[in-house]
């Protein structure tokens, strides 16, 4: 599976951006996509993911702002952010599970300043 992301920037806080990830490859029906992302100096951390029949998962320090949705149809995951902080500053990646394995895009960075 292949993972191609896009739409990260540079933006002002309390802006928003959007960003797509269209998987292709050896999809398979049951799977779940999401993102992720990596602070300067921190860990990798859920942001939000959701499954093919649409059920989601969001991480608190996001929830009202962002908003996950794919299209089945397109294999194609996206996240909206809305109401930047500049605590979400941090390389966005791309996330496919499908049959046991994960796989993971080539990260998107996401720039919020104040």
């Known amino acids: 599976v292949q993972l191609q992301a896009s739409g990260g920037g540079l933006v002002q806080a309390g802006g928003s951006l959007r960003l797509s990830c269209a998987a292709s490859g050896s999809i398979v029906r049951i799977n779940r996509m999401g993102w992720y992302r990596q602070a300067p100096g921190k860990e990798r951390e859920l942001v939000a993911i959701?499954?093919?029949?649409?059920?989601?998962n969001i991480a608190d320090s996001v929830k009202g702002r962002f908003t996950i949705s794919r299209d089945n149809g397109k294999n194609t995951v996206y996240l909206q952010m809305n109401s930047l902080k500049p605590g979400d500053t941090g390389i966005y990646y791309c996330n496919y599970f499908g049959s046991g394995r994960d796989y993971w895009g080539q990260g998107t960075l996401v720039t919020v300043s104040s």
């Open positions: 959701i499954t093919n029949d649409g059920y989601t």
